[in-house]
């Protein structure tokens, strides 16, 4: 399931009321090593802002799995605004010092731990706005795995000679209205990927072709969720958890299957109609496709790879570099519009699928059930 091409990931500011729920149970597995990041900017959805004034604007950086380095830098693009913007408007927080472009957080980043970089901007004294004015500020973030690596936060290049595992980058634009120089926001509610803790949407469920099984989710107001995801109520699964994780892409269908992000993060959401259609999977899931074992971490359903420690045992599952070729392809069927990832390379090996009574790359032999012996 290799991606031969990857994308740049470009949500909007998005502003999300943070409700209390119930932290479920989770198998005591231990920590991942492998390193999964994720950006999220956060905006008060408000009408406007004064020059001078402190807007709420939210820069946390996710760390999704295994312990790591972070560091973020910032890019600020302005049309037809009078004023240079730069990252000394924004507030950036404790723990994070400057280093040419990059912004680099001084101490260990837990495990699935969020981290804010910055609390709030000061909007410009802007004097002259043009038609259409807006600024966009985009935000690029790395991380390195956190052992065998120590920074060197004295030295101008505190990451010289790291091995990057992975990035992530989000952007969003703010308009300026012509008259008076006022800041104005724009805001979305959908999350960019599942969290451990979700704030449940409240909506209705349609179903849109009976025969393929195709749904869609509006909320109160009627609008149609898309193109992220949302936790929400599943009045048709057998469980007795009601609420889950689903996915939905830019025309607003319901994912069922593979998904893999524009950074190359794949997760897998049920694809039986038996009262969990695409419902997040977490845990070991046996596809139906290729008949491999995979792993999604129990958190975060992200795709594990690489050696991990699962109940107690040890297994290993295929990394992006030992896969030769690609052997899942994205098909679409007919003029419905609507595809799925489907394996087409019999006998290639996976990206993420489990090595069973063999031996792994680095020469250890697992058995019969993949466990390391």
Known sequence: MKQIKKRILSVLLSAAIILSVPTPTW?????????VIELEAVSEEKEHYRPKEQADYTVTLKNKLGPSWL??????????VDKTFSDNSLNIQDDWIKHGDYFYYTKKAEAYTDYTVVKGVEIPDIVSVGEGASVTISVFGEAVQYDGFKPDFGSTEPWKGAEIKHASQVSGSSSYRSSGGSFRTRAVTLYSSPQEKGNPMEGQWELVNAENHTWKYHNSSGNYVKNGWIY???PYSPKQEKYDWFHFDKEGIMTVGWYVTDNGVWYYCHEVSDGNLGMLVKGWHEDSQDGKKYFLDRKTGIMLSGWQEIDGHSYYFATASE???QSWFWKTFGDTGLGKWMYERLGYRSFGSMYVNERTPDGQKVDEAGRKE
């Open 27 to 35: 198998a005591a597995d231990t920590v991942p090593k492998q390193v």
């Open 71 to 80: 560091r973020v830098k910032f890019t600020f693009t302005g049309k037809n």
């Open 232 to 234: 929400v109520q599943n």
């Open 323 to 325: 896969v030769a070729q």
